[in-house]
C-alpha cells in the first residue's frame, strides 16, 4: 500500500458505510491502478470479502428488480418468479463457490509466471474489489425487459447499445484484475495478462469442445440404429 495516499475507503475505519463502499467502487473502476497501489495486502481478507458479497447481492438485487419489472409483470410470472426469488437467497453461497474456485484456478498461473508473488489471499482480494466492475451493467434494465417481446427501432438500438456496454465491462473488468494482479504479486504488465488470460483462453476452449461434443453425441442419438 502506498501510506502517502491512505487507505481505500473500504479499509478505511473512519469512512462509514455506504460511503466507504461508493468510493471504493468509484475509484477502482476509474483509476484501478492508483486503487490497487493503495490497497493494504495485509489487511484480513473478510474485509474484500464482505465488499464481493455486498456487490453480488446489490447486482443480484438489481436483477431481480428487473425481471419483476419487465412487461409480463409479476403476476404473469409464476414459476419464473420463484425460481429468481430462490436464485437471489442463494447468491451468497453461488458466489462464495464461484470466488472459491476462480481464486484457485487463477491462483495457479500465479504460482507459475510470479516468481515474487504474495499468497492465495491476495489473488482473491483482487478479484473481489474488481468484482464492482459488473454493476455498471447490472443498474441498466435488460433490452428484453424494457421493450418487450417484440421490440420496435428502439428497442433495436437499446438492445445493441445493452449488448455493446455489457461486452465493454466485460473487457474493462479483465483489464482492472490484470492490473490488480500486477500490483498484488509484483509481475509485469505482460505476465499479468498472461496469468489473468490463460485459464480464460483455457476456458473458452474446454467450453467449446464440450458444446461441440454434445451436439455430436445428440446428432449420434437422432440417427436411426
Known sequence: MNSDEGPIGWEDRETPFPANFGLTW??????PDRFFNRVSWIEPFSRPLLYF??????AAALGLFWF????WGPAALGLALEIQLLSFFLT???LLVALGLISLALHLF???LA???RGLGATATVLCYGSGVGLVSAVLPPALGLV????????????????MLTLAVQVWYLAVVVIGIRQAHSVTGGRAAAIVLLPVAIGL??????????VALIALADLPV
Open 148 to 163: 418487450g417481446p417484440a421490440p420496435g427501432v428502439f428497442g433495436a438500438v437499446y438492445l445493441v447499445l445493452y449488448v
Open 26 to 31: 468509484w475509484e477502482c473502476l476509474v483509476s
Open 68 to 71: 419483476v419489472w419487465g412487461p
Open 53 to 58: 458479497l455486498v456487490v453480488g447481492v446489490v
Open 92 to 94: 451468497p453461497f453461488a
Open 115 to 117: 516468481p515474487d508473488r
Open 205 to 214: 476452449v474446454l467450453t467449446v469442445v464440450f458444446v461441440m461434443v454434445a
Open 110 to 112: 500465479v504460482l507459475l
